[in-house]
C-alpha cells in the first residue's frame, strides 16, 4: 500500500517536473459562494453561552460569500495571495491573506491570516428565560457581529499542474479567536424595587483550528500574455471553540456588584464552503 | 498732463456720495440697535438664582418594569415603595408671574425656543433624613429613622440607584426648574398594612424644610 502510494507521488513529482515553468505571475480572481455552519447547541446551562446562539441552521447553506482575489509574486520564491471577502451584506470586512513559499514544483507552504464575521443573535433570550422575576427593561433583539482573527500555517500539495488544469490541496492549521464584544443587561424585579445590571465583556482566546482544501483551476482560453480561467475552491473548516468572558453583576447600585470569570464549554464548530468563480492571469 | 488731468475728473465724477434723508438715518440706527438686541438676546439667559423654601414628597409606582414618577400613587406593593421628593422654591412663581408684566411695558426679550432657563439653588442641601410613622417590620418601628435603607434615582433611566450623596448633588446642581426633585426607594420589604414618612431636609444656612407623605396602603404585606 505505501509502496504504490510512493509510486503515485513520484509519477505525480515526475509529471510535474515534465512541465513547462508558469510565465504568468499576477492573477485577479472573483468568485461567489456558500457556506454551511454548523455548531451544535447545549440545552442545559448555567452561564450563558453565547455560541448557542450562533446564526446557524445547519440543513442550509445560509450565507453567500464573495471573494476578490490577487495573487502576485514577490520574490521567485514566495508569493503573496490576498482574498477580499464579502458576505451578504457586501461590505468588504472579511480577508485571507497568505504568504507562500515555494519549496519545489509540488510543495508550497503558507503563513497567512485570516479575518471572517458572524452573527450572534437573540441571546437576550438567554436572560430572559434565566430570570424569569425580573423585568428585561430592553425589549429589543439583541445581536453580536462578531468577528473572528485567526493566523495560520499550511502546507499545499500541487497534486495536477498542467498548462490548462491545477489542482492544489492544502490544509490551514491555526489558531483563531473572536475579537471582544460587550453588552450589557438591565433588570428591574417584578413588583419590586430591586434593580440589577448583567455586564458581559468577552475575553480574546486563541483556539487551534484546521481548515482542508481544495482548489481547482480550469484554463477556458488563453491570449499571447494572458489566461482565463474558471476556479472551484472548497474548503472544509473544523475546530472546537468557546467563548469566555468576564460577568459582573450589580444589585441595586454600582458599588454592590459580583465579577465572575466565565469559561463555557467548547463547541464543535464546522463551516463548509463552496465558491466557483473565474480568474484573469497575466 | 491732459490725460492725467481727465482721469482726475473721471475719478472726481464717479465718487458721489448719498446724502441719507432724517427719517432713513432714523430706520438704520433702529435696524441695527434692534440686530444687536436681537444677536444678544439669543444667547442662554444666566442662571436665575432660587431659594429652596419648600419640600413635598408623593408616592409613586415603581412595581412595574420603569419607575412612573409623574404620578400620585396612594396603594402600594410591599417591596416597591416609592417615593419622589420636590424641594422647590415657590416665591419663583411670583417673580415670574410679575415678570411677564413687566415684559409687557416694554420690547419682549427676542429668545431662542432651544434655550431653556436655569436655576440655581443658593442654599445647597446637606442633608436628607427620612423617618418612618408605622412600623415597617421587626426590627424598624415607627419613629425610627430608616435614611440608610433608601436608595435614590433619576426617573427617567434605567441605571442602579444611588447614595444620599448623589442625590444631594442632583438637587445643589443647576436646575432647568425652580425647584429640584429625586425618586427615592426603601430596600426593605414592607411588613405592615399602611406606610407614612416623614422628611427632613436641611439646608447649608441652618433652615430645616419638612414634610409628611400621604399614607399609603400596603398590598402583599
Known sequence: MINSLLILLMLVCFGLKAQTPKIKNRELSFSIGTSNHNVPKFTSNQDLDFLNYVDCDPEYFEYLIVKLGYKFDLTSKISADIKLLLMDDLVPDNYDIIAKYHFNNLIDFGLGSILTKSYISNFEEYQRQSLPDYHLVDDNMQQFKCYEIGFYLTPMVKLIQSEWFQATIKCDMGMASYLKKEVTFYHK????????IYN??????????IKPGVDLQLQAFKTKNTAVGFSLISIFHYGKKSIKYERTIQKWTSQNQVNEPISPPKHTYSKLEINFGFYVQW | MRNFQTLKNMKMKSVKWIKPSLLMRVMILLFLSFGMKLFFSCTPPPPVDIFYNSVRLIGIDN?????????????IYSNAMALK???????????????????SLSFSTAMAL???EAFNPVNKVVQIKVQTLFDVDDDIKAGDDISIHILYADGYDFELY?????????????????GGSVEMVFKKSIKNTKAQFYVEITLDNGQVLSCVSDTFTIIGA
Do not use: C, H, W
Open chain 2, 114 to 116: 432651544s434655550i431653556n
Open chain 2, 162 to 178: 444611588e447614595s444620599v450623596n448623589s442625590a444631594i448633588s442632583r438637587l445643589n446642581g443647576t436646575q432647568n426648574t425652580p
Open chain 2, 85 to 103: 421628593l420636590t424641594i422647590l422654591d415657590t416665591s419663583y412663581n411670583y417673580y415670574a408671574s410679575l415678570n411677564g408684566i413687566m415684559k
Open chain 2, 63 to 75: 412595581s412595574g418594569q420603569f419607575m412612573r414618577s409623574y404620578e400620585n400613587i396612594d396603594t
Open chain 1, 189 to 196: 424585579k417584578r413588583l419590586s424595587n430591586e434593580r440589577m
Open chain 1, 200 to 209: 458581559y465583556k468577552t475575553k480574546t482566546t486563541f483556539q487551534p483550528y
